[in-house]
């Protein structure tokens, strides 16, 4: 499986930054107490520095919106997934656990600011390319209605659109009958590429150590664009 970024949105925006994570052999269950207990405390204390810092100056927040604006799309009325969760956050509406696999996915995005998307890798088809979507791009969406994904990055695979930094789709979902799992991370155009696999290889490990397993890791970025599975 190949993954890679469209070229023509790289030519159009070099900055671009996607971070790819590979799991297999993992077992997806209940989060144990001690990820419940951090998710729970850091929830908590981003409430209290919201109170002071409304969500949109958080750096990552601002710079994803400032992205989201550079690619056609609306950040007022498209909130990507990590600014959606700030709010909620920001409004005392904490995040309740669903599974280890969708709780620490939340969790990087909170901690990272950034949108992430967590996938199953057998619901997957065949290679696998990010690029932005037009007037057709769309999908029925974990919120539970269709999305429409025009000037929003999304990945699709052959059968269609999967992902976004917006909303994931139902088809790919993660359930605790995953097995094998790939990690988007939608990085900060800033972030240095040191910094990036840095902050890849910390999000494998801890995702690692909760599920077992093993994974790989890749960057792409204008100079490397694609990777294989």
Do not use: C
Request: proline share 4%.
């Amino acid at each position: 499986m190949e993954i890679s970024i469209n070229q023509s949105l790289l030519t159009q925006h070099p900055e671009l930054k996607i971070g790819i994570i590979h799991y297999t052999k993992i077992v997806v269950a209940e989060s144990p107490q001690m990820i419940k207990g951090r998710m729970q405390l850091y929830q908590e204390n981003l409430f209290l520095e919201m109170q002071d810092s409304p969500v949109t100056q958080r750096e990552g927040i601002a710079e994803w919106r400032q992205l989201w604006k550079k690619l056609g799309a609306d950040p007022n009325r498209y909130r990507h997934s990590a600014e959606s969760l700030m709010r909620r956050i920001s409004k005392e509406n904490y995040l309740t656990p669903l599974h280890s696999g969708v709780d620490l996915n939340n969790f990087f995005s909170l901690q990272y600011e950034i949108p992430v998307g967590l996938y199953d890798v057998a619901k997957l088809k065949e290679n696998i390319e990010i690029a932005l979507g037009n007037e057709e791009t769309g999908y029925e969406g974990l919120n539970g209605r269709f999305n429409s994904l025009k000037n929003i990055l999304y990945s699709y695979d052959a059968e269609g659109a999967f992902g976004s930094p917006f909303v994931d789709s139902k088809r790919t979902s993660v359930s605790v009958e995953t097995t094998e799992a790939l990690h988007i991370f939608y990085l900060r155009p800033s972030l240095s590429e040191e910094r990036a696999e840095e902050l890849l290889a910390s999000a494998g490990k801890m995702f690692n150590q909760i599920h077992g397993g093993d994974y790989k890791m890749a960057l792409l970025t204008n100079a490397a664009p694609s990777t294989t599975l």
